[in-house]
């Protein structure tokens, strides 16, 4: 009995998709199948050497046959096959990888074009078929299933005969529309499909086969047609063919097909080791993280092959978190192919293979951001934030190999600037390395400390990314060079006459310091005079340990409430404001009380801080202005 089921939301729309395509580029759908039947191939491969239930074959293979009577089109593979289960679950959602994806892209795009580009999957074959068959049976059940659809709401299984396990896809082609020029017969000619599998599925690792006819003639003209058995496909994978045929273009189409990309990669780099370890790789780096990048979900690891053969296919530990952007494979000739996972982990090639290549994807980068700045900025601006993770990360057990490579705009440059190229155009009386923390470009220019360090004319790092005081905590200097943020205390930036004057400046005003220190009591550990205020009135900056901004971001975090930092208020003695202030304690101290709160919020403010108390500080305006109009 064959049970009817529904095709769940999404696959339904990706469904109407295809069969209504206007799409002109109809012929992926064969590639679409055939490396769908690779990949069963592979599992099933790997399996049947790791796993004592599943039995492998001696030869593995895709077979293509044509009936033209019948119009029909089937695509045969010995792979894993799939259970009833399977058959649901897979065909009747949409996968998790590529089409997903694909949708998402075109909700966004809304773009029909891309299909060619992405990996959309089994559901390709609705843009050619009115009505598909699929056959199969895993080695894991005692049957065979049948399911059927005509691509609209429903699908079919049922039970059936099937004594090999793998899998049997039949396409019943559509009729021929004359108006649109929609030529479907084209699929069951011998010539298409052998130039289609040479153009799109060469690289497949497994013979790709099919009965063609073949016509001879004798001495005498006597022509004889027999049917033979051809292999339509090379078998090399990519990345082992000659160089020359290693071409950019056939390299990003790789990438593209294989990681599900739409667009080319930033950067491809290709590592070819022989020697004790033997091992060659082909890694990409995408032009854009996934949508998941920065969050637990995202999977990274590399595609594993032994001698060409597949055997997993995201392979954590061949990649360090840092670099977790990597895409591609490896394919080493040390590693036995029936291997299982567990046993890779402890593995010591695999070990080799990884500090390898996380040496060459180093060496990669710091020579892109040194000759190639603009390719260098582009994957910073995707990718920079994954890096000062990985110097923070482990108490900085990797900050030696990656300081380097962090960038950081700055106060004189709108490129970024390395550490590195910091401190070489330090002047000679620069001991600290400064930065500033801040949201943006201009809430940071417009730092009241900004000043005394633009006479200075010392640069200053912008830090914009919530990590990067974090990561100076852990990387504490650079080329013994200590950081020093901004917002702390100033002493460096004041010569020995300066620091005499504010002392003097502090005895003359103790009186008020003091009033103003007990209104804030609560507020600040505190207040100070300031030597480095040009402009501004007032500014807050941070003392010892936590800093205001690391503040803000652990109080953004679950689990990390009330870390507090400390708070000092400094205060401009050469301002108006400051003798007004003078004049206030004079004349009425008990206002002084007022004058502080406001100083104290308006310094919050500056510092891109919420107010604490906004109706409490409104109301104080409100009086102030009255007081003035008397
Ligand atoms: P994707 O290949 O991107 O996962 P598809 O829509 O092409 O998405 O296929 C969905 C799933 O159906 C596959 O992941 C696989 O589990 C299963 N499948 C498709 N074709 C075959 C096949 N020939 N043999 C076994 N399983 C298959």
Redesign the pocket.
């Known amino acids: 009995m064959a049970k009817t089921k529904q095709f769940k939301t999404e696959s339904k729309r990706l469904l109407d998709l295809m069969i209504n395509s206007i799409y002109t580029h109809k012929d992926i759908f064969l590639r679409?199948l055939i490396s769908?039947?690779s990949?069963?191939i592979d599992k099933r491969h790997h399996l049947a050497l790791t796993d004592d239930n599943v039995e492998g074959e001696d030869t593995y293979e895709i077979f293509i046959k044509l009936d033209p009577t019948n119009r029909t089109l089937t695509i045969k593979?010995n792979?894993?096959?799939?259970t009833e289960k399977?058959l649901e679950s897979?065909?009747g959602t949409i996968?998790e990888?590529?089409?997903k994806a694909f949708m998402d892209k075109l909700e966004e795009k809304k773009d029909i074009d891309i299909i060619g580009q992405f990996?959309v999957?089994?559901?390709s074959a609705f843009m050619v078929a009115e009505r598909v068959f699929v056959k199969?049976r895993s080695p894991y059940s005692d049957t065979g299933y049948l399911w059927q659809s005509q691509g609209e709401a429903t699908y079919q299984i049922e039970k059936t005969n099937k004594e090999t396990v793998g899998?049997e896809?039949t396409l019943v082609l559509r009729q021929d529309d004359e108006e649109t020029e929609d030529d479907y017969s084209t699929y069951l000619e011998t010539q298409t499909i052998k130039e289609l599998v040479k153009k799109y599925s060469d690289y497949v690792r497994y013979a790709i086969k099919m009965d063609v006819e073949k016509t001879t003639k004798d001495d005498d003209d006597n022509e004889t047609t027999e049917v033979v058995t051809e292999t339509l496909n090379s078998m090399t994978p990519l990345w082992k063919k000659p160089k020359s045929e290693q071409t950019e273009d056939a390299l990003h189409d790789f990438y593209k097909r294989q990681y599900n990309d739409f667009e080319d990669p930033l950067h491809t780099i290709h590592i070819n080791v022989e020697g004790l370890t033997t091992y060659t790789a082909l890694l990409f780096i995408p032009k854009k993280p996934p949508y998941d990048f920065y969050t637990e979900n995202y999977e990274k690891g590399l595609q594993l092959y032994s001698k060409s053969v597949f055997i997993e296919d995201k392979n954590k530990d061949l990649v360090p978190d840092y670099f977790k952007f990597l895409k591609g494979l490896v394919d080493s000739a040390d590693l036995s192919l029936n291997i299982s996972r567990e046993m890779l982990q402890h593995n010591r090639q695999l070990k080799k293979i990884a500090a390898h290549l996380e040496k060459k994807v180093k060496s990669e980068l710091e020579k892109m951001q040194k000759n190639n700045r603009e390719t260098y900025t582009e994957f910073y601006d995707a990718y920079g934030t994954i890096l000062k993770y990985g110097v923070y990360d482990q108490f900085g057990a990797n900050k030696e190999k990656l300081q380097d490579l962090i960038m950081f705009k700055t106060r004189k440059s709108d490129d970024y600037v390395s550490l590195q190229e910091y401190v070489e155009a330090m002047p000679e009386d620069q001991k600290h390395i400064y930065y500033a923390t801040g949201s943006n470009k201009a809430q940071i220019m417009n730092l009241p400390q900004m000043d005394a360090i633009k006479e200075k004319d010392y640069d200053v790092l912008f830090f914009t990314d919530d990590i990067d005081e974090f990561m100076v905590q852990v990387l504490n200097t650079y080329q013994e060079k200590p950081f020093k943020s901004l917002k702390q205390s100033e002493d460096d930036l004041l010569d020995e006459d300066k620091k005499k004057d504010l002392e003097n400046k502090e005895k003359d005003h103790a009186k008020l310091i003091k009033a103003l220190k007990k209104s804030l009591k609560e507020n600040v550990k505190d207040v100070k005079l300031s030597g480095r205020l040009k402009e501004a009135p007032v500014c807050l900056v941070s003392g010892e340990g936590l800093s205001m901004d690391m503040e803000k971001v652990l109080n953004q975090m679950p689990n990390q409430p009330g870390m507090k930092a400390e708070k000092i208020l400094e205060i401009n003695p050469n301002h108006d404001l400051f003798k007004a202030l003078e004049n206030v304690h004079s004349k009425t101290p008990k206002k002084i009380d007022d004058y502080a709160k406001l100083l104290y919020q308006q310094a919050l403010l500056i510092e891109g801080y919420d107010i604490d108390d906004p109706k409490g500080m409104s109301d104080m305006m409100v009086k102030l202005m009255i007081d003035a109009s008397k």
């Open positions: 679409e769908n039947a990949d069963a593979d792979g894993i096959g799939m399977e897979q065909l996968a990888s590529g089409s990996g999957g089994f559901y199969t899998t896809i």
